[in-house]
Nanobody, 122 residues
Framework: QLVESGGGLVQAGGSLRLSCAASGHTLSRNTMGWFRQAAGKEREFVAAIRWNDGFTYYADSVKGRFTISRDNAKNTVYLQMNSLKPEDTAVYYC?????????????????WGQGTQVTVSS
């Protein structure tokens, strides 16, 4: 089970940190990812992290502004979002995958959270 938190309303240029608490079969998850879905648009990849060594991968649109990290002891993945823009407004989803492969693709993930809303005002 994946549970996101930390969403909210922030002004452009501000920051938010999302959290994703993972429970259940944690050993079956090698990859954790963040996706987002804006109103009327497809769900898109944001960032991914490999659970065992912390290797990361980002979408070009967030590179340099967002940072994904994990806390193994807490079974939690974070998404630190800085320099937020109105176009970052979306529902953000945490997801888990068994292997590190095509981490930018929704179809690689087998477990999803319920999502948390992030709204960036201009």
């Amino acid at each position: 089970q994946l549970v996101e938190s930390g969403g909210g309303l922030v002004q452009a240029g501000g920051s938010l940190r999302l959290s994703c608490a993972a429970s259940g079969h944690t050993l079956s998850r090698n990859t954790m990812g963040w996706f987002r879905q804006a109103a009327g648009k497809e769900r898109e990849f944001v960032a991914a992290i490999r659970w065992n060594d912390g290797f990361t991968y980002y979408a070009d649109s967030v590179k340099g502004r967002f940072t994904i990290s994990r806390d193994n002891a807490k079974n939690t993945v974070y998404l630190q979002m800085n320099s937020l823009k109105p176009e970052d407004t979306a529902v953000y989803y945490c997801a888990a995958a068994l292997v590190w492969k095509a981490v930018y693709s929704r179809s690689s993930y087998n477990d999803w959270g319920q999502g948390t809303q992030v709204t960036v005002s201009s």
